[in-house]
């Protein structure tokens, strides 16, 4: 295990990297003077030579960049200029609404293929097979705010009974069964592409599986098809659906931004949002980077579990 | 006999690929795909004809008007006809499409070719796509937004950045498979050149997937410029956008339902048109390798 780890840290140490110096080159290849941007239209020109000294905008390139990540390292990554305070405070109050939607819909997901994903391969009735790929290609296709605006249509707006947005007034941990209703439009609509790729991997490779010889031979020894499916052939499919999960938070990490936008979910992917339009480049810098660290971290920690669970990933490059 | 000409009729059915191809869109899911897509590049390109009213055009009393016979979606927020603003928004996005898909792929396949041939290069493309790929698409539309601000240039690079490097990925992998092949070996084995075996045996072999990436990048690029739309960080209003129609709509859904349903069909339409258009091609393929 730990060769396999030795093997994959350099280059993963590498993408970071160049990722950092891209998110850094950010800011100095902003149009115009990222200080006079910063401190707003009718900024005087103290408070912009103010912010180009806090930011250091006057010394090299090199220093600044070493500056820039030495304060990432150190959880103190400057503050903002358009929201107020600082970044590490913004972000602290955002990462649980963040993480709670995405816990929510990680869970409807991969609840999602388990129950769906044998039923669809073991179905033999067509009807439930056509509505099945139907609803799936569906679900992979629409887009999630396209999902998210169409969800608030339906069950906020023409059928209202359940909140368009936001959350509840005294907050998420005040009354669980409130916040659950604030929370299930937002993560069923980020679980849905999730769990329909994640869906159709388990069951097609579920189908492949049913043709292994061992699955014949189980069935000829007399065991039920629906055991067989369920004890044998789902474990064997579990260790690449994991791989193909931990590819999808891609999918996570973007859908997040565009969730939470859509129902005003106050967590990262309104703050970058708000960052955005607002032109806050500090705080959007250390945001791409921080979605970046997390997307790679996820992947390496997919591909660990993968190598934990088959021995072949494990020692594959040992030849 | 008869069993030597049936041998010989199968071989020489199976080189000619083109009607393969043609069969994956014309039955099925890829006829589907095909009718759905052709119609919304229908109404886009035939907007000025059919749009009632210029999509910027303010429209005295027409204050968030339901549907009617004059407004079929309706108006919004500032007067405006959304279907008017439904059909030019079609165009951009199409436009963005048709511009920046085929560069991905084309700068995309290109790198991968020339990836494939040299060691160095293939080394610094796969660490290049790597940092790419390491910003999920849409944070790289911020990434990109951030810099540029605003615009429709934004929108073509981040769908470039997003689609080159998979198809620079399988343009590679391809490549580097079709190499290994027995007969590709015995050709260069006769003296070919590099770039006889890649115009006589690989541009061939790869094309058909290819083709099914682009359908698939098209479903894609709709995905993320309709979102960089949605969020604000895309077209600039007041140009109409599908994504900025549904954004504006948000906000009006008590007052006019369809003015969010008008965008919200078009772009499910759209991506779901040109995955279907995939899945056909891909289920042609198949059939006629087996």
Redesign the interface.
């Known amino acids: 295990m730990t060769a396999y780890l030795l093997r994959r840290l350099p280059?993963l140490a590498?993408?970071?990297a160049?990722?950092s110096v891209?998110?850094f080159a950010?800011i100095r290849?902003?149009?115009g003077d990222p200080a006079t941007a910063l401190a707003g239209a009718n900024a005087t020109p103290e408070a912009v030579e103010a912010i180009r000294a806090e930011l250091g905008l006057d010394r090299p390139w090199v220093t600044q960049y070493f500056a820039w990540l030495g304060g990432l390292l150190t959880f103190d990554p400057g503050r903002s200029y358009l929201i107020g305070g600082t970044i590490g405070s913004l972000i602290t109050e955002s990462l649980g609404n963040t993480l709670l939607l995405a816990s929510s819909s990680l869970f409807l997901a991969v609840l999602t293929a388990l129950v769906l994903g044998p039923l669809w391969a073991g179905t033999r009735k067509p009807w439930l097979e056509h509505l099945l790929t139907g609803i799936n290609?569906?679900a992979?296709?629409?887009?999630t705010?396209?999902m998210g605006?169409?969800l608030?249509?339906l069950l906020?707006?023409?059928v209202p009974v359940l909140p368009?947005g936001g959350v509840p007034r005294d907050g998420l941990l005040a009354n669980p069964s409130i916040t659950v209703q604030y929370l299930l439009l937002p993560a069923v609509c980020l679980a849905l592409p999730i769990g329909a790729v994640l869906t159709r991997y388990v069951a097609e490779s579920l189908r492949t599986e049913m043709a292994q010889p061992y699955v014949v031979t189980a069935l000829a020894a007399g065991v039920s098809r629906r055991r067989v499916l369920l004890r044998h052939a789902l474990r064997n499919v579990l260790p690449t659906s994991l791989t193909v999960l931990g590819l999808q938070t891609?999918?996570l990490?973007?859908?997040a931004?565009?969730v939470e936008?859509?129902f005003s979910w106050p967590g990262l992917g309104l703050l970058?949002?708000r960052a955005?339009?607002g032109?806050d480049?500090p705080v959007?810098q250390v945001l791409?980077i921080l979605?970046?660290v997390v997307?790679?971290v996820l992947q390496l920690l997919t591909d660990v579990a993968h190598a934990l669970l088959d021995p072949r990933v494990r020692l594959g490059g040992a030849r | 006999m008869t069993e030597l000409k049936a041998q010989e009729a199968q071989v020489k059915a199976e080189p000619d690929r083109r009607p393969v191809r043609r069969n994956g869109l014309t039955h099925g899911r890829g006829l589907v795909g095909v009718v759905l897509i052709g119609v919304i590049v229908l109404l886009g390109v035939l907007a000025p004809l059919l749009a009632p009213f210029s999509p910027q055009e303010q429209i005295e009393g027409a204050n968030l008007l339901g549907p009617s016979g004059t407004h079929p979606f309706g108006t919004d927020e500032v007067n405006r006809d959304v279907f008017s603003r439904v059909l030019y928004g079609i165009r951009i996005d199409l436009f963005i499409c048709l511009i920046a898909v085929p560069a991905g792929a084309l700068l995309g396949g290109l790198i991968g070719l020339v990836a494939s041939q040299t060691g160095i290069a293939d080394v610094f493309a796969q660490?290049a796509f790597?940092?790419v790929l390491?910003?999920?698409?849409?944070?790289l539309g911020?990434?990109i937004?951030?810099?540029?601000?605003t615009g429709v240039l934004p929108v073509v690079c981040v769908v470039i950045g997003a689609e080159l490097p998979l198809f620079g990925r399988l343009v590679r992998t391809a490549t580097l498979k079709v190499r290994e092949l027995p007969y590709v070996d015995a050709a260069e084995s006769m003296g070919a050149s590099r770039a006889w075996v890649l115009r006589k045996h690989i541009v061939p072999n790869i094309l058909d997937s290819v083709i099914v990436q682009l359908a698939l990048s098209a479903?894609g690029a709709v995905?993320i410029l309709?979102?960089m739309n949605?969020?604000?960080?895309g077209v600039k209003p007041p140009e109409p956008s599908l994504?900025g129609v549904?954004a504006d709509?948000?906000a009006q859904?008590?007052s006019n339902?369809m003015y969010?349903?008008g965008p919200?069909l078009v772009?499910?339409v759209l991506?779901?048109g040109f995955?279907?258009i995939a899945?056909g091609l891909l289920a042609a393929r198949r059939g006629g390798a087996s």
Request: without cysteine; proline residues 4%; aromatic residues 8%.
């Open positions: 280059s590498l993408v970071l160049a990722a891209l998110i950010v290849l902003v149009p290609t569906l992979v296709a629409v887009p705010f396209v605006v169409a608030i249509l906020g707006v023409l368009s891609g999918a990490l973007g859908g931004v565009l936008f859509t970058i949002e955005i339009t032109r480049y959007v791409l979605s970046v997307f790679a | 660490r790597d940092v390491a910003f999920p698409p849409i944070i911020i990434g937004a951030a810099i540029t601000g479903s995905f309709s979102a949605f969020l604000g960080i994504g549904l709509a948000m859904l008590g339902t969010a349903v919200l772009i499910v991506v779901l995955q279907l899945q």
